[in-house]
């Protein structure tokens, strides 16, 4: 049987995405953190990820995305390790393959079934765009 890595992830950024060139400037990445909310938990955890992005769609992150915006990251995890202060430290992290923009928690309300609407402003600019 082959191996399959594969993991998609729904939630929301931390912090501002982090963008550079790579070291020899071919390529543009961005590190994110996102929290992903595990709906079957009784103790309402919350799983941080970190998630690296690369190419068009890390300028995309960059230009585009802030801290608290909506987002599903499809992708591949991956084993770091780095020795930091002195010790050795091993994490996982996802490799995004597809990074698509659900939106912004601060352009959406709730409505009283806890269902998350729009704003106004939104609906007006999503009716000028068509």
């Not at 082959?2 to 590190?31: H, M, W």
């Not at 595990?38 to 919350?46: D, L, Y």
């Not at 608290?68 to 020795?83: H, K, T």
């Amino acid at each position: 049987m082959s191996n399959f890595n594969r993991i998609t992830l729904v939630g929301n950024l931390t912090a501002d995405p982090e963008c550079s060139e790579s070291k020899e400037g071919s390529q543009t990445y961005c590190k994110m953190r996102m929290a992903v909310n595990n709906p079957r938990s009784k103790n309402n955890e919350t799983l941080y990820v970190g998630v690296k992005v690369f190419g068009v769609q890390a300028t995309n992150c960059g230009n585009h995305l802030k801290k608290g915006s909506s987002l599903l990251v499809d992708g591949r995890l991956v084993a770091q390790e780095a020795e930091i202060e002195g010790k050795q430290v091993k994490w996982m992290e996802v490799i995004a393959n597809d990074v698509r923009f659900l939106g912004s928690r601060s352009n959406k309300t709730s409505d009283s079934a806890g269902f998350e609407t729009a704003s106004s402003e939104q609906e007006d600019a999503e009716k000028l765009a068509f």
